[in-house]
Nanobody, 114 residues
Framework: QVQLVESGGGLVQAGGSLRLSCAASGRISSIYRMGWYRQGSGNQRELVATITSAGTTNYGDSVKGRFTISRDNAKNTVYLQMSSLKAEDTAIYYC????????WGQGTQVTVSS
């Protein structure tokens, strides 16, 4: 089993920045990819960014150039640095880990005021 705990969400003005963290615990040796997904009101959950254990990153088209995903292996933590935030970035952001199974965090709310 893998447990994921997200933090760092909140309210920010458009154009501002925010950093999300996702700390993994448990059977972390099985994890080969972690990432962030988001779900806005009335929308389907969508890819934000992923990073593999080798450091390969992938971004959703809507966040390319504005968001950066990174990981600290010593802390078993993945970060999402979000800049130039827009109102349409408002959503619940979920951390996901791919290992023996797929694991999800509980989500953290990000609200961008215009």
């Amino acid at each position: 089993q893998v447990q994921l705990v997200e933090s760092g969400g909140g309210l920010v003005q458009a154009g501002g920045s925010l950093r999300l963290s996702c700390a993994a615990s448990g059977r972390i040796s099985s994890i080969y990819r972690m990432g962030w997904y988001r779900q806005g009101s009335g929308n389907q959950r969508e890819l934000v960014a992923t990073i593999t254990s080798a450091g390969t990153t992938n971004y959703g088209d809507s966040v390319k150039g504005r968001f950066t995903i990174s990981r600290d292996n010593a802390k078993n933590t993945v970060y999402l640095q979000m800049s130039s935030l827009k109102a349409e970035d408002t959503a619940i952001y979920y951390c996901k880990a791919n290992g023996d199974y797929v694991y999800w965090g509980q989500g953290t709310q990000v609200t961008v005021s215009s």
